[in-house]
């Protein structure tokens, strides 16, 4: 039998419904992983040992943990295991089933081995019961981890694990059911219909219970792995041992937060607001302040600081507390913590580049300045307080980006509220809001533009002068998005109180724009909610720019709101369209252009960066046989990608640097490209707008709905596709040989976005 078959029958579902087990990870098709163990109340103390131990080997890991039970652990069992474990759950097995295998294996006489009556040396069978997940870890809960697992976590074919000596009653290889890595082709229905088949036959070896069938149904068919008795990350646990010698909490929690690698956020944030509540201390309270901060959970970092004594003279404890307060618009109490933090050398420059953020954001950039240039002198080579200086030097009224804005009348303008991307910001995020205004220049000419950077306060004067004007446009790009430019105002990119939102007089149109969220990633406050609620309410036309976002916004909203969020696509998927006097290249370069993201790099792999970059370099290899691959880099952390291929793989890319780029120079590399292959939105919008077939390296939603908006999800791959190499390969070949035909493709894709858009420009000038 060979490991890749699937034993699917149509039944298994994942999450959004789909037969394909690899859609548990969502439309980007994330694997996601989790362990379990079969556990009985006298293996609950060797279980939590178990857990203590993956802690302590295996900091940075955080799993789904699924305890399958037989009813009979005690009644305080789960909230022991959850002290230890803050994504385990508990799941009781079916007895009555596994009770009527374990009596037909002591009946008759016609196979190995003696049997047992015991139902529970079957319970391990339920563990392909399992559904939520692309890949399984069991675990016997009598084991110890003594090293590392990540080479366990990055297996992706077949079923795993250690062979014993020996061989079964029917010639077939034995193996150890101690440690198995499932993949999601065997946690299927029809896998374990034939589990079952086998079990009640009793064509298997009895004595072994779960594992005797387990080897039957397999045909000692399995992919190798090192065993506990042959030093692999497991070994037994110690018998004999007295639950009384087993560290106390307090203990065990103080030998995780004394570990020198990484800590997995749930894992630090669990033991250590444990431990902070325990011992106020401060350190540990800063430690995990940070790590809530990284997770975009700033008022739980600011409750945990609130929590414990903070000495003037502690200076980085300080700073994370200012951090988490401007973070949520608290800017006053914010300035006053990294105030005392800059009196330290070696935490002044993050500290004054703090202030002179708070200082733009509330619209003071002469104070913005000054502060960044004392994190300048603390530190000349600090590239946050740099950015800043050129940020309160640039972002002046009347400008966007830096770039200077011609404004007419004001009663004639368009006040145009965005993210206006500083030098060497992502490309994408540069392109949009002049895609925006092209978009209206139609109707309204292409001066007549008033600038509101979303990230900084709308104040009073802010709103006095978005009031003079025509009306409001805000939009496009991701702004629906939890932590980028996090505020405590409205919890998105725009940083407006429902208060000030509220008196604005004018039309507001909210475009094309974006819900932003990673798989994995959620907002946290329902300030967020309440915000998107007041803003559907006060719009004249609120467009979203696909489909996904349409859905994930009008779960936040009560029924009535529904109609009022409308499909506007990203301007830039219309770009032809739209920039006057626009001509198709007449003649492409013989160039594919690669772009990769690494922001949330965690969010976007998982554990499977090494696969991802190992398939693709495959690709590129492939690929550069028909024509020249080039880097495209968004942003400065997307050239990562040509670093790894040519340290990991020795292919050297050339590297196109658009975060320098105008953007006309922008859309002409994308218009004279054959083929782009892109994982950030705008890697595949922007191309595709300039008529430039695309291949999207999926690792966030949105990729995937765009392509669902175009009724074209063959354009698309996930990072985490198990055959990535071959499938991308594939698709970019096919282009390249028929190229005129991809092109065509696209362009007819493009028509329909461009007759939707049409058809919103004439309802917002009717609106207006």
Known sequence: MNPGTSFSTGTDAGPAGTTDPAARGGVTGKRLIAF???????????????????????????????????????ADAADRIHA?????????????????????????SNTAGSGTADPFAYALLEAFRIREFGTLVVLDPELTARGGIEP??????????????????????????????????????????????????GAHDRARGA?????AALGGDFVPLQGPADGGPFAPAAAGTDPADEPSEAEFHAAFLALSAAAHHDLLVHYGTAHVARTRDLQTARRVATARIDAGEYQEAVDLLRSVDIPLDEAWPHEVYGHALMSISRYEEARAHLLLSTAVPNRAATAFARLAHIAWVTNDDEAAAAYARAGLSADPSHGPSRQMVERATLDLPGTAGGVVVKEGPAHKQFAHVAFYMPRQGNAGDKLLPESVRLAFDREIGPRRWHSVHAHRLFDEAALERVNARRAVVIGGGGLFIPDTAPNG???????????VLERIDVPVVVYAVGFNAFDGQSYRQE????????????????????????????????????????????????????????????????????????????????????HFLDQLARAVRAIGRHAEVRCAAHALDDERIAFDLRREHGISLPVIPMYDHDCDTIRAAYARTKLVIGMRGHAGMIPFGCGTPIISLISHPKMAYFLADIDRPEWGVSVHDRDLAAVLTEKALAVLTDHRAAVADVLGRQEELWRITRANAEEITALL
């Open 527 to 610: 300030r967020f909610a309440t915000a998107v609620r007041k803003l559907v309410e006060k719009s004249a036309f609120f467009g979203l720019r696909n489909h996904g976002s349409i859905a994930q916004v009008r779960r936040l909203l009560p029924r009535g709101l529904h109609g009022k969020v409308r499909f506007q696509p990203c301007p830039t998927t219309v770009t032809r369209q739209l920039v006057a006097g626009w001509k198709d290249a007449p003649e492409r370069e013989d160039t594919v252009l690669l772009n990769a993201a690494y922001d949330r790099a965690g969010l976007r792999f998982g554990h499977d960066y090494g």
């Open 211 to 215: 594992a005797g069938v387990l080897e």
């Open 152 to 201: 366990l976590l990055r297996l992706r074919d077949g079923l795993a694990a250690a062979p014993l000596d020996g061989e079964g009653p029917d010639g077939q290889r034995r193996l150890d059911a101690r440690v198995l890595v499932v993949q999601a082709e065997y946690l299927t229905d029809g896998f374990c219909a034939r589990l079952e088949a086998v079990a009640r036959s």
């Open 36 to 74: 379990t163990s079969c556990v009985t109340a006298d293996r609950l103390p060797a279980f939590l040992g178990l857990l203590r131990s993956l802690a302590l080997t295996n900091p940075g890991v955080c799993e789904d943990y699924v305890v399958l039970h037989d009813g009979s652990l005690p």
């Open 489 to 499: 105002n409205s919890a998105w990119q725009w940083n407006v109180t429902d208060e």
């Open 84 to 108: 230890v474990h803050p994504r385990a759950r508990l799941r009781a097995i079916d007895t009555e089933r596994l009770g009527g295998w374990a009596a037909l294996a002591t009946a008759g």
